[in-house]
């Protein structure tokens, strides 16, 4: 088995641990808001199951992403990740929301709940992410998928802290206000982080450069190097969050052999994949080019075949 297969399945377990562990804590959290009447306890079950739902289809996109290409998906299912993490970022958005409102509500009608109760259950939550996401968090530095069910596994564990303090403050002052406080703050941070989560998912689905690549840069420094004049009709785009892919026509200073085009093309692919971490590249040698040596093309009824039209 290799490496990536392997890292692949223990990944999964991980995320199925993590799935089976939400989904008790969710339905212990939402029995003992039902019997207990506890607005805060029924808001952090919620704010679980979402979770639950996060997890799951990370373990499914992560399945998927295993599958093997074919001739009708000659990509596979590189971007399933890439969609889940979009889900999980908006319906992250929508559950912060619903809990600014109902805890905007509650702070206009507080109501006497038992606080111990919520102190428990609180604790098991948060004992339950905090393990789930001590689990993901490896995986989250280099997945965006991974990170977003990383996100919601600690944000929901700050959520069920809040519910902790909310109960103490109810035992101890009789301040029933206080979880729907502090949950507002915290929800307005979730937003902030699943409004990010989305529009980096969206940069990706839009096809553009990663952020931190500097384009200009990246074809001097290729210009400088022997035998090569320049690049032009550049294309990079992220298959996935650690799939950058890369095409573009190398204009090649000398009319030289194909085998020796070949070379030239082989240290570019190399420096690139070193220095800037396109690990996918497709390049077209070509020697005094007859078209304009634009960087990108901005008009696509110009693009760049070098096929003349048949008179």
Not at 47 to 54: G, I, R, S
Not at 103 to 113: E, K, S
């Amino acid at each position: 088995m290799g490496t990536g297969h392997g890292h692949a399945e223990l990944r999964g377990r991980r995320l199925g641990v993590s799935v089976l562990l939400n989904v008790l804590i969710t339905a212990a959290q939402l029995l003992g808001g039902l019997i207990t009447g506890s607005l805060a306890l029924i808001s952090d079950a919620l704010h679980n199951l979402t979770d639950v739902l996060a997890l799951s289809m990370s373990w499914v996109a992560t399945r998927l992403r295993r599958r093997e290409c074919t001739p009708q998906k000659t990509f596979g299912y590189k971007r399933a990740e890439l969609m889940a993490a979009l889900v999980n970022g908006l319906v992250l958005f929508a559950v912060s929301l619903f809990l600014i409102v109902e805890a905007y509500h509650r702070l206009a009608d507080p109501q006497a709940i038992e606080g111990a109760l919520l102190i428990v259950l609180g604790g098991a939550a948060v004992g339950v992410n905090g393990f789930c996401a001590w689990l993901l968090h490896a995986d989250s530095r280099e997945n965006l998928n991974m990170r977003s069910a990383y996100l919601h596994l600690v944000t929901d564990m700050a959520t069920s802290l809040t519910v902790m303090g909310g109960g103490a403050a109810m035992i101890i002052w009789q301040a029933y206000w206080v979880d729907s406080a502090i949950t507002i703050v915290i929800s307005l941070a979730l937003m902030y982080f699943s409004a990010k989560l989305i529009l980096d998912a969206v940069r990706i689905f839009m096809q553009f450069a990663p952020p931190d690549l500097d384009l200009f840069s990246m074809e001097r420094e290729v210009a400088s190097m022997d035998g090569i004049e320049g690049l032009h009709h550049i294309h990079v785009w992220q298959l996935s969050e650690c799939e950058v892919h890369m095409e573009a026509h190398v204009s090649l200073t000398e009319d030289v052999p194909v085998s020796e085009a070949d070379r030239l093309l082989t240290e570019v692919e190399r420096r690139l994949m070193r220095k800037h971490g396109i690990n996918h590249v497709t390049l077209r040698p070509e020697h005094r080019p007859s078209c304009p040596p634009d960087l990108v093309i901005q008009d696509p009824d110009e693009e760049h075949n070098h096929i003349e039209e048949e008179p």
